[in-house]
């Protein structure tokens, strides 16, 4: 089966850059979307076809999808922004996988 | 604006059977999209269960196909979950979705949210 692996935790200082990171066989040659995912609440899609923005998701959110990894990016971090972060993409053996998950962490 | 409700028992003994409904408002679900059910272990990640067209054309995760039925009523612009022979393992927060399915494109952009469901005796 197709497994997405990123790392458990990410740290980031408040307007910094994080970087959230998933690693997936030949990853690159599929979509990838991200989900954040808040305390008690649903996940909310923030990127999905690699690079797209969903409607009021703010522009600090971009992605990148080549060779093995798709990247999350969020520039200039706010608090608000304090969540745990899902990647997905599509496998022939199951058309919704998820990553392990990544809690970022604003310090 | 899409909403989608899920409602169901939240206690669900050993060996029975889950059920779950989600009702979705802003949208006819005639209309298009996949309709999927997601779960998410207390503490743990996100598991895709399965998902199911207008047409009632579904797809399973292979993991639970053998438990697992999907339907949808379109006369009440819902679907249903049902898991049958839960056990605790089985305990989760369920989500259901509108899923995108086109050119390998697979995202979910609207989820409700999200309902607990234990099982336990």
């Known amino acids: 089966s197709y497994e997405l692996t990123q790392p458990p935790s990410v740290s980031v200082s408040p307007g910094q850059t994080a970087s959230i990171t998933c690693s997936g066989d030949k990853l690159g040659d599929k979509y990838a979307c991200w989900y954040q995912q808040k305390p008690g609440q649903s996940p909310v899609l923030v990127i999905y076809?690699?690079?797209k923005r969903p409607s009021g998701i703010p522009e600090r959110f971009s992605g990148s999808n080549s060779g093995n990894t798709a990247t999350l990016t969020i520039s200039g971090t706010q608090a608000m922004d304090e969540a745990d972060y899902y990647c997905q993409a599509w496998d022939s053996s199951i058309p919704y996988v998820f990553g392990t998950g990544t809690k970022v962490t604003v310090l | 604006q899409v909403q989608l409700q899920e409602s169901g028992p939240g206690l669900v003994k050993p060996s029975e059977t889950l059920s779950l409904t989600c009702a979705v408002s802003?949208?006819?679900?005639?209309?298009?999209?996949?309709w999927g059910w997601i779960r998410q272990p207390p503490g743990k990640g996100l598991e895709w269960i399965g998902s199911?067209?207008?047409?009632?054309?579904?797809y399973y995760n292979p993991s639970l196909k053998s438990r697992v039925t999907i339907s949808v009523d379109t006369s009440k612009n819902q679907f249903s979950l049902k898991l049958s022979s839960v056990t605790a393992a089985d305990t989760a927060v369920y989500y259901c979705?509108?899923?995108?399915?086109?050119?390998?494109?697979?995202?979910?952009?609207?989820w409700g949210q999200g309902t607990l469901v234990t099982v336990s005796s």
């Open positions: 979705a509108r899923g995108v399915d086109t050119a390998m494109v697979y995202y979910f952009d609207y």
């Open positions: 199911i067209y207008h047409s009632g054309s579904t």
């Open positions: 802003g949208y006819s679900i005639s209309s298009g999209y996949y």
């Open positions: 076809q690699d690079s």
